[in-house]
């Protein structure tokens, strides 16, 4: 962090999802840089333990702001954005359902908005997104998923409803940048692992029918380790002159998905696992898929071409844009990620 | 070809679009939110194009045959009387309403200007249920029924509802009279009200708090139930809901002089309970071979339902919507009786008004009229 990004530890900043898994390591980060005037907006039903344990590690932690609430509450988002010049939008909406998923990331940031653009100072607005917006379905296996790769089209035919919530909240902060001048900055993580995330990335395979398939296996999974990932956010707010711009955020010599579950059995627990290599789990979408079609959804779409090449085509993750453009690199490199990863499952670990 | 319309474009909607595009000779036309991006995000996704945030407006200039409203229950009533002062039929979503004074008003405005109406309690309506009312109509049971018995139960695992519901005491569930109870029993309850008669001369209620929602902070919500009730014709019933039985227990039981039926939602299953003795040790063997006979027959009835495309999700809500747009063009009775609807609206009020204590519990519902 630079001396520039420093002159802004006097603005007041607003973390929305403070509470989770990314979002508490979002603060965190702020606050081991000298931020101190932080708001943290968790909602009413959040079990907020692991925001007040780094809150407690932290001797300004006791000068931030908790704002409970909804961001559905126009009345709520008011509150939080009172005199905020930054906000790091983290909150997400877990729903299932499109219209769940669509109500708590696009209509949820539609209200935060509205509500930094008329109670803050707005200096940036640093949205963050997901790697679940692309579509890689016609782009050829080998090739590099970056910033400038279409975005999808289909969300339904993809049957993903957390997917669709992130493309229509994207839409919503670019709308409101062209027409009020939201100086916003969007940022899409792969996928964020590190200690206090321990289910296995979709990206590496499926247990739906009661054992472990690895699917592709040789495909690059896009990740990035929850402190690399939280610093590339914290950046986002501070540096000048990237308003309007994206990043995708993944970090450096990522493993495959067959690396990544061979790590995992070593060290968590042996268990059976079958590799479908990524030609027949493309059939066996395409087969399901139709299925699904013709039986008029009695087996829902869950698995499709669209997903199919999303989570488990051979792929490759470049960071070039966020390393030129923030200046930003991953401090913690993959194996030590890797390994702090893998030590929440020894016993004894919390 | 019936033009339907979707009010209130949440998450149910979804369940009310895919089951209506199932349906052979109608379609959606029009879809209404007072967040007008909710319906526009549907509309995206379905095809429809005419998205409004105001109900009149769209009444007005699109005049739907049919009306879907799957909104909060508070607002069930003046939405309903909306729709059907300008001449649409009503498909209003469970709870039917708010108290059963509504419902009755509802009912009679709709048959005043002879209008349809049905409520969604739609799980009246899986394969298994049609099977049951198969069985009893052919006799089955040997009778009226001498008990009924409807557990009904709710896994808080899944926080994406609690959890809003219990951080909040302005959240619509906890507005209403029966809170959480309210937002989920009437499908319970109207299993039981299909066979009951209108006249319940006893009616008890007991509810508590479970330590499980206790520890999720639920406070005042209480969210296990136990109901006893017995009517005129001396048909008694029992109801339970529960957050806590596991594995969940979604069944109806229908004991006849002569036989009895057991409706199990959790794997659509109909088990028929024949009245059989046996001699000696035989009692032992072959009541369970043929029960296991019977349970044999399920499974291979729900497989020959997958292969005929028959076992999806909500195929309650396809053929409930079905029966009542068949209803409507072949003015035919509506597929669930006002009387059951209305029925299970004042026995969920009398439940209420027992465990909540707003008023002294009679204990009696009063007969209902017409």
């Known amino acids: ?28 980060t702020l606050l081991a840089n000298g931020f101190m005037k932080l708001r943290c907006f968790v909602r009413p039903s959040s079990q907020i333990g692991r925001l007040e344990d780094v809150l407690r590690r932290y001797p300004a932690g006791g000068d931030v702001e908790l704002v409970s609430g909804d961001l559905l509450s126009r009345d709520d988002c008011a509150r939080a954005a009172k005199g905020v010049s930054i906000v790091y939008h983290l909150a997400a909406g877990s729903d299932k359902s499109f219209a769940g998923a669509f109500m708590n990331s696009a209509l949820a940031t539609r209200n935060l908005v509205e509500a930094f653009l008329e109670q803050g100072r707005p200096r940036r607005f640093v949205n963050v997104s997901s790697f679940a917006v692309y579509s890689n379905l016609h782009m050829k296996r080998g090739a590099s998923l970056d910033e400038n790769c279409p975005l999808e089209d289909a969300p339904q035919e993809r049957y993903d409803a957390y ?117 027949l789990a493309y059939g066996l979408c395409v087969l399901w898929e139709k299925y699904a079609t013709w039986s008029k959804g009695q087996l829902p779409p869950v698995f499709n071409r669209r997903r199919c090449a999303a989570e488990w085509k051979e792929n490759r993750f470049p960071n070039v844009k966020i390393r030129q453009r923030l200046g930003w690199e991953p401090r913690v490199n993959i194996n030590d990620a890797m390994t702090s990863f893998l030590s929440q499952f020894e016993s004894g670990s919390k | 070809m019936l033009r339907a319309a979707i009010v209130g474009c949440g998450k149910i909607a979804d369940q009310h679009m895919l089951a209506i595009q199932r349906i052979p000779n109608c379609k959606i036309v029009s879809l209404c939110d007072q967040e007008l991006l909710m319906a526009r995000q549907l509309g995206e996704r379905s095809g429809v194009s005419e998205c409004f945030s105001d109900l009149a407006v769209m009444l007005k200039s699109v005049s739907p045959d049919i009306v879907h409203i799957t909104t909060p229950p508070q607002s069930h009533f003046s939405l309903a009387q909306q729709c059907l002062e300008s001449g649409s039929h009503v498909y209003l979503e469970k709870p039917f309403t708010v108290t059963a004074r509504e419902a009755e008003a509802l009912i009679q405005l709709a048959e005043t200007r002879n209008l349809k109406m049905t409520a969604g309690h739609n799980l009246q309506f899986t394969l298994e249920m049609l099977q049951m009312r198969r069985l009893v109509k052919e006799e089955f049971l040997g009778g009226r029924p001498v008990h009924v018995e409807s557990h009904w139960t709710y896994d808080l695992g899944d926080t994406n509802y609690v959890g809003p519901m219990l951080g909040s005491r302005a959240h619509w569930v906890r507005q209403l009279p029966g809170q959480l109870f309210h937002n989920i029993i009437s499908h319970g309850i109207a299993k039981l009200s299909e066979f009951l008669d209108d006249d319940i001369t006893e009616i008890q209620a007991s509810a508590h708090q479970s330590p499980r929602l206790q520890a999720l902070g639920g406070e005042e919500v209480l969210d296990e139930l136990r109901v006893h009730m017995r009517d005129k014709a001396g048909t008694t019933a029992y109801f339970c809901f529960s957050t806590q039985i596991k594995p969940g ?13 057991i409706v199990d939602h959790s794997c659509g299953a109909v088990v028929r309970n024949r009245d059989r003795g046996f001699k000696s040790y035989l009692t032992f063997f072959v009541p369970p071979l043929l029960g296991a006979w019977e349970h044999l027959g399920n499974a291979r009835h729900n497989f020959a339902n997958f292969l005929g495309r028959k076992l999806y999700q909500d195929s309650g809500m396809t053929e409930l919507i079905n029966c009542f747009y068949n209803s409507i063009q072949t003015e035919g009775p509506p597929p669930i009786p006002y009387r059951e609807i209305i029925l299970t609206a004042r026995i969920m009020d009398e439940i209420f008004a027992q465990i909540y204590g707003d008023r002294k519990a009679s204990g009696q519902l009063e007969r209902i009229q017409g």
């Open chain 1, 163 to 279: 997917g669709f919530g992130k493309l229509k909240q994207e839409e919503v902060v670019r709308e409101y940048g062209k027409t009020s001048g939201l100086p916003y900055v969007i940022l899409r993580p792969g996928t964020v692992f590190g200690p206090g995330k321990k289910n296995l990335s979709g990206r590496v395979g499926i247990d739906t029918f009661g054992f472990f398939m690895l699917m592709g296996g040789s495909n690059p999974l896009p990740l990035t380790y929850v402190d690399n990932c939280a610093e590339a956010i914290v950046l986002a707010g501070l540096e000048k002159g990237v308003e309007g711009e994206t990043f995708n955020v993944v970090d450096d010599d990522l493993l495959t998905g067959r690396q990544f579950l061979s790590a995992y059995k070593k060290h968590v627990n042996r268990f059976f696992s079958v590799w479908i290599p990524y030609p």
């Open chain 2, 249 to 261: 227990l979604n069944h109806l039981l229908i004991c006849g002089p002569r036989n009895s039926i």
């Open chain 1, 1 to 28: 962090m630079n001396a520039e990004h420093q002159s802004l530890q006097a603005e007041r900043i607003l973390v929305t999802g403070s509470n989770g898994f990314i979002g508490t390591k979002v603060v965190e």
